[in-house]
């Protein structure tokens, strides 16, 4: 079986470095942005399956990434979750509503985050 | 000419004026009835018999003299325009139906004044009837060549029928409506008619003689100047005559104003104020009109009549002479139409004074209370009927008993004479507000007095004792006292005699009374109403004064006996609505009383109507000291009224204020969401990245120096939890103004070589560098403990915010007068502009509200903040620096 492409985007160091040793643990192929920039452009050159994403960011924030995640036709069958501390019923709402396809809160379960990444792209 | 032909004219003329008064009363709203024109001829009836008669009676005896008369109205008339319009203004109001209501009703509506002006008017004008009366007599005769002015009995005199005739005219068209203050359109239109007829013939007879008879004006006076006594008659006179000219004019000039049949055209028949614009000017001309063949006329007769033919009708004998019938008798009609007009108007005024203010409030009260309304307005056009008939009747006994010997003229003085003792009490009711009741009884009466003695005495003893002492010695055998030349001005004739003490005594009186007595409320409440009548609408029902116990029902019932059932529920309505007055009310308040009072005084006059509410009213006089307490209460209302508009400015300021506070508070608090927010956001991440790292940790298989690094990073997070929690509890207790600050005075130069020192590890490893210029001794009172916190705190930021090896940090140190400003400058990337005002809000983050700070809690400068705050010192940015941040705060040396 081809090895799922991962991008964990996330601006704190320490946690994006404990994400990418799970994934890579459970056999992802891991890419790791910090910001939304960096993550469009690896977005676009890997055609990731899918994209852990946080929302508050510098320079340009998750919502953003996503709207422009979205409007690339390459990336269709990328699947989007949220990994954000915003964690209010409506964030979680805002979130899904512009097409997110799971929405997870920091601070966050590991197994928790990967069996449910496992089951999206089963 | 016929002694029944000039009967038939007559006949036929009056039938015309019953006729021309039906069918004005049927058109009573029409134009033709209700404009400038009609009011200002309906003045008129100023020119009686006296004018077309007696003025070229005087012209052929005493030369221009007889002008004086007319002067008076004319100087009057501008006046009019202020003063009538104030007259009618009230009179509407108080549907005024008289003189005497008038007075009476300014003086507090007193019954015994009201009474005293009717009579004295009567004393007046009665006399004056009857020497209109004895101008168509005489006329009559003249013109129906009877060759005798006397008749022998009443009943075969032709007057008599004539007075008859004029009565029932005055009867039947005078009292269509029991409400006097009502317009009589009927006979104001035939008086206007009649003041048309009367000019048209008495200047026809003037071009007559002076182009028929004569060769134009120049002929006559050429004439007239050979006879002996021409200078007499074109010249004024010495100083008596002077004074004479004066007083006369004097008193037409009251006369205008208050003779009755003057006041009720003027007054009572007025429709509309806005008439007196055009009557100012044109009744003056008419009065000029009416007098431009008078001297013509008269020199005409004296130089072609006999001098023993009685002057006065010189207009009349001087066609006779040329046996000109037709126009003789034009001159008779002139003359006859003259006299009805006057006696129409003035028993029409006078009947009403007579009821109203003499006979319904001294007899008929009761009656009437205890009637029903048809036969309560039966009865009250009855006791008016019957009034003009004695009235007329009257005035005939006296002109057959006493008139014969007296002259137009001196009858029509007297009667002036007799009206001007109303003068002060009118005048000065007007316009000063001291006047009071009493005060203008005795004035008139003190005025009458003084004209009974110089006028009346020297007639009645003349003809009780043909040689009694008083004329020629005085009164006790004192010159000073002489009836015609009291005090010694034997210089004056003796009406203006009468006149100057009269009236000087009549003035006097009213006034020393006025000054020494006080009205009661009533009369003070309508003086204020009659002298300051721009304040009207606030007086007249609201302003009185009123004390007692009334109800609704006794008030309304009394007023359906005169108005009749449908009319007092009308009136009662517009009132309640007026005043928002519920219909169930029971009680009556003066409001009501007042309205009552003025509803029935146009039935009954004003004296019966106050005296008919007081029976359905237990009124309580109220004292001086009540009306001074009301008076007070009502300041005070005022007062309040001020202070609850203070205080109803206060509220308003306050409920500004309040709502700016409301905004404040809704601002914090959505501010101390936000707050929460993002303190639990801030602290979610270092949770998260122990929670994660520590998961992570629990692989085995992890090498050993990754191991280790994960641990670290724990730490490192702890830590940051750590600091972020100490700031937060901080913060708030520096928010909440809970700390105490260990005060003390340091040497800031040292603090910052302190603060330098604690951040030096770092900024050497980033590789910038931190410049200060020592400054010795710059001391201040601070808590150096917190100075230090701000001082790391900026050292922080600009070592976060400046580039690695290129970084240059610079802290200045400023000593002023009374305080210490220190100054971090760096050369990193600065505060963006959008940014520089908020800074110092806790956990600010640019407008983007999901763009994270690079590093740290977000509270720093908000604790710096507070740190320099609680100092009573400042922080701020400097805008204009471009290369990099700069922060300045500064403290107080001393706190």
Redesign the interface.
Known sequence: MKQKKILIVDDEPNILMSLEYAFKKKDFEVFIARDGTEAIEISNREKPNLILLDIMMPEMDGYETLKQVKDNEDLAHTKIVFLSAKSKEKDIEKGLKMGADRYLTKPFSMKKVISEIEELLA | MSNYGVGLVIVLYLSMLFVIAYVAEKNKRSKWTNNPYVYTLSLAVYCTAWTYYGSVGIASSSGISFLAIYLGPVLAMPLWIVLMKKVIRISKQHKISSIADFISIRYGNNRQLGALVTLTCLFAIIPYISLQLKAVSETFSLISAKGSYQSTGFFDDSTFYIALLIAVFVAFYGTLSTDTSEHRKGIVATVALESILKLCFFLAIGVYVVFYLFDGTTDIYEQASLRENFDQLTTFGGLGNGFNWLFTICLSFFAIFLLPRQFHVAVVENDNENHLRKAIWLFPLYLLLFNLFVISIAWAGNIRLDAAVNHDYYSLLLPLQQSDYGLAVMVFIGGFTTVISMIVVSTLALSTMVSNNIVIPYGFIKTLVEGNPEENAKRIKNIRRISIFLLIIVAYFFYIRFSVQLSLYSIGLISFLIIAQLAPSFFLGLTWRRGTARAAETGMLVGLAIVFYTIFLPVISNIARPNVDVLTEGLFGYAWFKPAQTFGFYYLSPESNAFLWSMAFNTLSFVAFSLNTKGNYRERNYAEMFVNHENYGNLQEGGFIWKGEAYVADIKRLLNRFLGEQRTNRALQLFNRKYNISETEERADARLINFSEKLLTGSIGSASAKILLASVSKETPISLVEVLHILEESKETKANNKLLQEKSNELAAMAQQLKLVNEELRIQDKLKDEFLDTV??EL??P???I???S??LE?SD?PSE?RT??LK?IN??SDRLDTLIRNILDLEKLSGNRTELEMDDYDMSDTIQKAIHGVEQIASKKGVSIKFSKKQNVFARYDEDRILQVLTNLLSNSLKFTEPQTGKIKILLEELEAEVSVIVKDNGRGIPEEDKDYIFDKFYQSK?????K?QGSGLGLAICKKIVESHSGTISVDNHYKKGAVIRFSIPKEQ
Do not use: W
């Open positions: 639990a956001h979610k991440t949770v998260t990245s929670k994660a790292a998961e992570v692989d992890m990754l690094k994960f990073n490192k997070d983007n509200q999901n763009i994270k690079p």
